[in-house]
């Protein structure tokens, strides 16, 4: 089985802090996402990666950044968290036109 | 850029009957692949169907159908013979087939099923 796992569950955070998510897929995947999910916006997609060292700004990056220095891992990074980024991150990575795998989500709250 | 869109923020329907989910989407490519996902309380995406652009046959799971318009850049997804356990947070996404493989989804639309 395809494993994508984030390294945390529930992170609480200060304003003003520098957050790291890790994300790890086991499946030798080019592809990974980093997405934020809030009722009512669906899943928004912060910034992709298509392979090592190789990333593209997705449709709401401000404020984040990310790194791919191994294939296999994808972190986010939060410059200075914010309460508005105050949120459920989701991570995930497929092959070419297949079907994508997710984590299983990390809550993040900026308190 | 690419947009999904879906303009059903909820939906209901009786058990065993069928359903219909809405999606459109933008994008100036011709070819390329969109899918619809399902989440669960448990917050695990799971795939439900796919279909690719190039294919003029709408794609089938069992109970679940897709009817993909091209030219209206539509692509619903029926539910048929609605079960409990259907009931869920249901993505249509989008994906291009060439060059850096961006994954867009829409907004996600509530299914309740009433038994």
């Known amino acids: 089985d395809v494993k994508v796992t984030q390294s945390s569950r529930y992170l609480v955070k200060r304003t003003g802090e520098k957050v790291f998510l890790e994300c790890v897929q086991d499946?030798?995947?080019?592809?990974m996402f980093w997405y934020r999910q809030d009722p009512g916006l669906g899943l928004r997609l912060i910034y992709f990666?298509?392979?090592?060292?190789?990333?593209e700004k997705g449709d709401i990056p401000e404020g984040y950044s990310v790194s791919r220095e191994k294939k296999e891992r994808f972190s986010l990074i939060l410059e200075s968290a914010s309460t508005n980024q105050t949120s459920m991150y989701l991570c995930?990575?497929?092959?070419?036109?297949?079907?994508?795998?997710f984590g299983q989500g990390t809550r993040l709250t900026v308190v | 850029a690419q947009t999904v869109t879906q303009s059903q923020p909820e939906m209901s329907v009786q058990e065993a009957e069928t359903v219909t989910l809405s999606c459109t989407y933008d994008?100036?490519?011709?070819?390329?692949?969109l899918f619809w996902y399902k989440q669960p309380p448990s917050r695990q995406m799971i795939l439900v169907i796919r279909?690719?652009?190039?294919?003029?046959q709408n794609a089938t799971e069992n109970r679940f159908s897709v009817n993909f318009q091209k030219a209206a850049k539509s692509f619903s997804l029926k539910i048929s013979d609605s079960q409990l356990g259907d009931a869920a947070m249901y993505f249509c996404?989008?994906?291009?087939?060439?060059?850096?493989?961006?994954?867009?989804f829409g907004q996600g639309t509530r299914l309740t099923i009433n038994p």
């Open positions: 995930a990575s497929l092959l070419r036109g297949a079907e994508a795998f």
């Open positions: 499946m030798d995947h080019e592809n």
């Open positions: 990666s298509y392979d090592v060292k190789m990333k």
């Open positions: 994008t100036s490519e011709s070819d390329y692949y």
């Open positions: 279909q690719e652009a190039y294919k003029q």
């Open positions: 996404a989008y994906s291009r087939i060439q060059g850096a493989q961006k994954l867009v």
